[in-house]
């Protein structure tokens, strides 16, 4: 049973950090690429990064770029978002999604998705 | 970047009936385009990708069609527990990956 559990969402001050986990028990982890999509309250989806399934490559939207940085540790089957430098624009729930990887390759659609962590950058 | 456009923003369907939703894209994306349905408080669920597949354990009263620019999901005898908000989104040229904006289908 794939299940992806995020953690870490909170109320954070404006160029503050926080880092968001996501555990990902019940799937070969190390076998599939994941994201970090969010969604600010109200509002659509907005993707934020992805990890090749070893960690060796990585991209990230615009929004974020030179802010966010999306790592994994595949030994604990864990994905990581440290979000540094944080807007009040980055306000959302965070969710960490798998990639559809087939053979290692990534898909670029989500086939599971976590529950989602709220990251609230207010004063 | 590629811009998804979905229409209409709002569908008005009684149970039992069909629903027709639209995605475009700014420019062509072939067949790599995905949909996902979104009910209040849950995170998104995979039902179509590659423009008309259908994930694991999607009904078959979801289909997918389309090619290029121009994409369409249709639900065939709505029922109770597909009113959601549905998204499409497009995988063909990235980064960045984009959603549309979202079709809200709500029960007439």
Redesign the interface.
Known sequence: QVQLVESGGGVVQPGRSLRLSCAAPGFIFSDSAM?WVRQAPGK????VA?ISYDGSNK????SVKGRFTISRDNANKMLYLQMNSLRTEDTAVY?CARD?TQGHKW??????????ALVIVSS | ERVMTQSPATLSVSPGESATLSCRASQSIASNLAWYQQKPGQAPRLLIYDASTRATGIPARFSGSGSGTEFTLTISSLQSEDFAVYYCQQYNNWPPLTFGGGTKVEIK
Not at chain 1, 44 to 47: H, K, S
Request: charged share 20%; aromatic share 32%.
């Open positions: 994201h659509g989806l907005e993707w992805i991209y990230y939207a615009d969710y559809r898909n670029l659609s989500f086939d599971y998705w976590g529950q989602g």
